[in-house]
């Protein structure tokens, strides 16, 4: 007679799953970050351009229609939560080393290659010490 009810894992199953979200959050905070720092088009915003377009901000806001206020209140606050995230420092180091630990058994069981990698950014030496190469997926 057949089982009735729910399968029970085991416990070998339910730590690979806990491997296979640890792998996944090391891999995506590792190129979160380099997104991060990737050099974006135009002139690079500074604390005396923010406060600046901040202040035109404030100036227009009294005499904007709605749909202009809402837009301009919205774009004071991102440009208040850019300035307040300008001092953070990404520790990129400790990042890529637990994405070097992770991702050839990540690339492994996704089929993830080589060129996929360098693709969205990550360099040949941090592959080449997770043991990626350009033949291995």
């Known amino acids: 007679m057949a089982q009735k009810g729910p399968k029970k894992m085991t416990a070998e199953h339910k730590q690979a799953l806990a491997d296979g979200r640890a792998e996944g959050r090391a891999v995506k905070a590792y190129l979160d970050a380099l997104d991060h720092q990737k050099p974006r088009r135009g002139r690079k915003r500074t604390p005396e351009s923010i406060a600046k377009r901040l202040t035109a901000i404030d100036a227009q806001l009294a005499d904007a229609p709605s749909l202009q ?57 941090v592959l080449k010490r997770a043991g990626i190469g350009r033949g291995a997926a």
């Open 69 to 125: 206020r809402l837009q301009l209140v919205q774009e004071r606050r991102d440009l208040e939560a850019e300035r307040a995230g300008m001092g953070e420092v990404v520790d990129l180091s400790a990042l890529e080393a637990d994405f070097v630990a992770v991702a050839k058994a990540y690339s492994a069981r996704k089929g993830i290659e080589y060129a996929t990698w360098r693709e969205l950014g990550v360099a040949a030496d």
